[in-house]
């Protein structure tokens, strides 16, 4: 997994040619690999696996991190989950979701320590 993250890095900085400050995350409909990085997705249908890759711009210090997601439309959270990082996840964290409902849904992944502040931001489609 660390090769995945250090190649998902690489492809970002030659794409975007800079180095961010933030955190980012990647989905798919497949697992996210080395090879699929760059084709990264945000329309997905309903009842589909979710794939993301949350890559954090440094190492973080805290051992949980907390995922969660917000529906638009409905102005509510619809989903949240603390995640325990291993000693060699200190950069990222990887998984899947499924939802049903059509909408446009933003994803945020904060350090347990400040929920006030997402490291990182993404959003994604549901036809």
Same mark, same amino acid.
């Given at each position: 997994?660390?090769?995945?993250?250090?190649?998902?890095?690489?492809?970002?900085?030659?794409?975007?040619?800079?180095?961010?400050?933030?955190?980012?995350?990647?989905?798919?409909?497949?697992?996210?690999?080395?090879?699929?990085?760059?084709?990264?997705?945000?329309?997905?249908?309903?009842?589909?696996? *979710? /794939?993301?890759?949350?890559?954090?711009?440094?190492?973080?210090?805290?051992?949980?991190?907390? +995922?969660?997601? &917000?529906?638009? =439309?409905?102005?509510?959270?619809?989903?949240?989950?603390?995640?325990?990082?291993?000693?060699?996840?200190?950069?990222?964290?990887?998984?899947?979701?499924?939802?049903?409902?059509?909408? *446009? /849904?933003?994803?945020?992944?904060?350090?347990?320590?400040?929920?006030?502040?997402?490291?990182? +931001?993404?959003? &994604?489609?549901? =036809?």
């Amino acid at each position: 997994m660390k090769r995945l993250v250090l190649t998902a890095l690489f492809m970002l900085f030659i794409l975007t040619g800079c180095v961010y400050d933030r955190g980012i995350i990647l989905f798919s409909n497949q697992p996210i690999t080395a090879s699929n990085v760059p084709t990264e997705e945000h329309t997905f249908n309903a009842g589909e696996r *979710i /794939y993301y890759l949350f890559i954090a711009p440094k190492k973080m210090d805290n051992k949980y991190i907390r +995922v969660q997601v &917000f529906k638009y =439309k409905d102005n509510a959270v619809v989903r949240t989950k603390d995640f325990r990082l291993m000693k060699d996840e200190r950069y990222y964290h990887s998984d899947y979701f499924v939802f049903h409902e059509a909408g *446009i /849904y933003l994803m945020q992944v904060f350090s347990t320590d400040d929920l006030q502040h997402p490291l990182s +931001v993404g959003e &994604f489609h549901i =036809k």
